[in-house]
């Protein structure tokens, strides 16, 4: 078990009125209905080799899905194909899901090139030369009755965008974000619940496991959620218990989830 601080608690949404969106491991997020279903624009930062969020958001919204990540260029493709070809080759894949990851380039070419409505850029999100900001992306990218969700997964580069993301607040509707180095970076993530608060609520929190290693250490990660919700939503007290149960999986599957305890 984790202790956290108030300021990390979510506010009280009713489990019936969230879901999940994702895998049902890494890359998989909960997320309250509502705010998906009222979201006309995803722009997803850091996909990797899973998009199964992104495709969960598409049959739950009808919104348009601009997706980012500067790992996934040919080299990246073609050395994945080698090294499932010859694990094939060898007798170790044989499970559907396996052999769908061998061929998994049709599923990106069919999701995110033959698609008109979703979109994928092989660019890196920072502030750096050679990268793009979100602040970028909402100006180029987007029309002015944009009601966007973020999804963010960048592995310590979520520091370099927040500015950015509470400067175009009134635009969101949600977010889920993973933060990185969190013993170190406490200051931050606090100030940015608090600069989005009165937009934008944290509607839940759970503990990437893969984050922690040794036995008690503390985590390095987190995943949050944010969202536009109104008031009524968040008047209850919130006395559930994290990791909720049916919605919330361990990253990792070969660990427990990790509970959270929230101290005065």
């Given at each position: ?6 300021k990390l ?5 009713d489990?019936s009125?969230l ?5 049902i ?15 006309n624009?995803?722009i997803?930062?850091g996909?990797?080799d899973?998009?199964?969020?992104e495709k969960?958001?598409a ?12 790992s996934?260029?040919k080299?990246f493709w073609r050395?994945?194909?080698k090294?499932?070809l ?6 170790k894949?044989f499970k559907?899901r396996k ?7 049709i599923d ?9 409505n ?7 999100i920072g502030k750096?030369?050679?990268?793009i ?11 002015s ?7 963010i ?8 965008i927040?500015?950015?993301i509470?400067s ?7 977010i889920v974000?993973e ?7 406490f200051e931050?993530?606090?100030t940015?619940?608090d600069?989005?608060?009165s937009?934008l609520k ?6 990437n496991?893969?984050?922690?290693n040794?036995?008690n250490?503390?985590p390095?990660?987190i995943?949050l ?26 990253n ?8 959270i305890?929230f101290?005065?």
């Amino acid at each position: 078990m984790v202790e956290f601080t108030q300021k990390l608690k979510p506010i009280f949404i009713d489990n019936s009125e969230l879901f999940r969106l994702g895998s049902i491991d890494d890359g998989g997020y909960v997320v309250p209905k509502e705010t998906v279903s009222s979201s006309n624009l995803l722009i997803s930062m850091g996909i990797s080799d899973n998009w199964d969020f992104e495709k969960d958001f598409a049959k739950n919204s009808r919104a348009k899905i601009l997706a980012f990540d500067y790992s996934l260029n040919k080299n990246f493709w073609r050395s994945k194909f080698k090294k499932d070809l010859i694990k094939f080759l060898q007798l170790k894949i044989f499970k559907p899901r396996k052999i769908y990851k061998m061929f998994q380039f049709i599923d990106f070419l069919l999701f995110f090139k033959f698609n008109k409505n979703n979109q994928f850029f092989l660019k890196k999100i920072g502030k750096k030369e050679g990268s793009i900001c979100l602040n970028s992306i909402i100006n180029n990218y987007t029309e002015s009755n944009a009601k966007i969700f973020l999804k963010i997964d960048i592995e310590n580069y979520e520091y370099e965008i927040i500015d950015d993301i509470i400067s175009h607040k009134d635009k969101i509707q949600g977010i889920v974000i993973e933060f990185h180095g969190v013993s170190k970076n406490f200051e931050k993530i606090y100030t940015f619940i608090d600069k989005l608060n009165s937009d934008l609520k944290l509607a839940h929190i759970h503990i990437n496991n893969y984050s922690v290693n040794p036995t008690n250490q503390f985590p390095e990660a987190i995943e949050l959620t944010f969202s536009r919700v109104s008031l009524h939503t968040y008047i209850l007290k919130n006395n559930k218990e994290y990791p909720i149960k049916n919605l919330d999986f361990p990253n990792s599957k070969r660990n427990k989830d990790i509970k959270i305890h929230f101290i005065e």
